[in-house]
């Protein structure tokens, strides 16, 4: 048997077809790209749209009325991460980068409600589920930087290159 699972189980259930198996999962792995891609970009758009990002990220191609600027620019950075000769540290640096903002977007709803509880909300959340959600990126993100502390430092330095970015094109603004 091999080591992948799925590999073992389309041998003995499909036979001569199971290399079919791999190349579904690579069709299946670009459609989950494809939609990162889109869906990344649309998040620097709206970003810049709300003054949080570079301006030139909110313009739109004319034609097709897509983000262009923000469509090139998370492409690159797609291309820069293809640099990486480890694909395991690489998974580590952004997935580990992913969770703290993530965690950290998720942790501004019980604060705001805190804080700002004055504040119109359009949807208003149990405090149940950020909570648990919280918990879970506290030990998603702690468990690594006691096991692989210089993969989470590179994943901390990975956000913290937002901060120059911030500084040089949105803060001298106001």
């Known amino acids: 048997g091999s080591e992948a699972v799925a590999v073992t189980f389309a041998e003995r259930l499909y036979g001569n077809f ?3 198996i791999p190349v579904f999962v690579a069709m299946s792995t670009f459609g989950g790209v494809n939609g ?3 869906t990344s970009s ?17 313009m739109i191609q004319v034609k097709k009325m897509t983000p262009a600027p923000a469509v090139l620019v998370v492409a690159l950075l797609s291309l820069v991460y293809l640099c990486s000769s480890d694909i395991f540290r690489l998974i580590t ?3 580990f980068a992913t969770w703290v903002s993530i965690g950290l977007a998720v942790f501004c709803l ?13 949807i208003k959340v149990s405090l149940v589920f950020p909570v648990i959600y919280i918990i879970a990126t506290i030990f998603i993100t702690i468990v690594p930087m006691i096991a692989s502390p210089i993969e989470t430092g590179i994943g901390i330095a990975i956000i913290a290159t937002g901060i120059p970015v ?9």
């Open 18 to 20: 199971a290399f079919m």
């Open 36 to 38: 990162i891609l889109l």
């Open 42 to 58: 649309r998040l620097f758009y709206a970003g810049a749209c709300e003054g949080q990002m570079p301006e030139i990220l909110s």
């Open 93 to 95: 640096y952004v997935g």
């Open 110 to 122: 019980p604060w705001l409600r805190w804080k700002h509880p004055e504040w119109e909300r359009p």
């Open 166 to 174: 911030y500084f040089i094109f949105i803060a001298w603004k106001d």
